[in-house]
């Protein structure tokens, strides 16, 4: 087995491959230049290549753009005519990332000269189930039988490839008792994999190996049989019965490509009652990854509705169909344009409108005003009146930050179709020093540290500066969070003010390496007040409150304590007012069980300690933590988890 080395300009040594070219244009007027931007190729998986033992290293290559967005790399083709192929069970892509946000998978076809980035389409591999239902070849074994009259068959599906073996009568002159030809027309169609399904077929009682076959049958046919699925009782298509005589069995529904689906798949749940379970998609139901250009917006469109994130990106209106749409600006229905929906999930949504620079004016932007009853605000020009901190100010700024977010994460995060674990530690600098950061660093876990920049004169931190506090963040062992200036209560906008953004000022001036770097927020527990309803983002109406307006305002994230969300999806979105849990007061055994948990279900979850509770009565101590920092390596080495910052839990992706 040999190892190929990927160089920084070839993601394709040793193979078949082909030269792709990109061409990026900037829609920004004033030729503004694309210097700098870049393209990043990464494969999806370590390439096995059959023969020849090699392997291509699962690696990555970004190109760098001229100023005139143009680069060019050179990648192996998605092709196996040149004699060779990849291992067993093994499908891979490529994914492409762009400075700018753009994301997608692809596969480069063979061909000699070069090909477009823009005509390579998004693809996705083959799933585990595909890729085991799949027929991707068929062998044939056909026998002499020895005794005249005698002929049998068998058919199977052997990972991929259909085995047909047959046995035929001895060849010469020879007659055939007439037994031998009672059901001769009945044992030839059971031969056959593929056959039509009987009229009135009930499909919920074929589960034994006399069952096994393709069975094809009309539209017209489909209305008198049972056990198809829903809303597929009157089209046609075809069911691949996997058998047995223990009546363990498969069934896998293949609609007529017309009907534009993807295969559903059951199986028998209880062998006793030939219970079978509900029809589902064969490779389950990936949620759809939504470009960010959407296309011309359907006619009729009501946009004070569209505050949901399944309207997020750029949609562009003709003449005619800004003429049928609601919620525009006044006096921009008929005219081209296009509108910029960025929403939330928590419903807090802007909307950007652009129009056709022939009808004069600028950009326009309107945001919701109450995330529950979605009220919109009216439409004002974009970078209008300064007003307060509330208005048009905080979503778009917020959804602006969350952008350079996401580019500064290199975001979505994949974590291989595992679930993510995440470390919080909250101030306490002194003990973070002597025995929270040495037992992380020694297991290669980054973290958190929300610490206050007015309270370095507290016992909990002392002996412990500013300058080191940098060198760890210097070092890429800690991130910083916002956790207010000096984590006491406010309950004026004044007190506010101090204690969110001059606090955030006041962290990235004194951590040199943080600067521009703290995109989130935590919200301190404060004995007094509820910072004038913001409650720690306990509810949605909190993040409306005056608080809510400064912290999303100034920060790409904001943590908080939204009921149910200490476990987290892992979809690559962004979300606010994710739960934590705190292991202060919590046994090994329970931790652990949170831990589980997301383990089962794929998703994240994040740690939080204060540092300086470690070995107090009736506290976690150095040996409990140990511990449980032990078992969450255990579960990585595993392949059950990986370990991320709390950072990059927020764009992390368990669908790849």
Sequence with gaps: MTSVAVPDNDLAPNMPSREVTISATNITEGGVSLRGQWVNFRLSDTVDVIPGGDNIAMTSVTITLDSAGNGRVRLPVYDTSHGKGWGSGKDWMILVTTSWGSAKAIRVPAGSGSIPLSQLPTVRPLTRAETR????????????????????????????????GLTVPPTGPHTHPTGDITGLAAALADLKLTKGAPAGANFNTYYTDAHSGHWYFSAA????????PAGFTDKAGSILVLGSPSRVATQIYFPYGYFSTEPLRRTITT?????????????????????????????????????????????HMTISSSSTVTGLPDGMTGRNGQLLVLASSLGVSTQMYFPYAYYGGGPMVRQTTNASTHTWTPWAALGGSSGGSTGAGPWTQHSMRQTRFMSAMNGPISTGKKAAVALRFDHGLLNFRDKVLPLVKARGIKVSQAYNPRNWHYPENAGVTATQLNSWVAAGDVEIWNHSASHQGAETEEELYTQIVTGLAEVEAELPAAAGKVWGWCPPGVSTGDYMGYQDGRTPEGWDSYAGNLILQHHAVASGYLS???????????????????????????????????????????LMLHPSQLDLAGKLTTAQFTEILDYIVAKRTAGDLVTLSPYQLTVADSRF
């Design 133 to 164: 239902y799949a027929v991707t070849g068929v062998g044939i074994t056909v026998g002499v039988g020895s005794t005249p009259g005698q002929a049998t068959g068998t058919a199977s599906l052997d990972g991929g490839i259909l085995r047909l």
């Design 221 to 228: 046919a489909a209305a008198g049989m049972s056990g198809l």
């Design 271 to 315: 062998i006793a009652s030939n219970t079978w379970s509900a029809w589902e998609p064969i490779g389950g139901t990936p949620e759809p990854v939504v470009p960010f250009t959407r296309g011309t917006m359907p006619l009729n469109s009501n946009i004070n509705d569209w505050w949901g994130t399944d309207r997020n990106g750029l949609w």
């Design 564 to 606: 149910g969300t200490q476990l987290r999806p892992l979809d690559g979105t962004i979300r606010d007012g994710q739960g934590h849990y705190t292991m202060d007061s919590l046994t090994v055994a329970t931790v652990k069980g949170y831990i589980d948990t997301a383990i089962s279900r794929k998703a994240g979850v994040q």
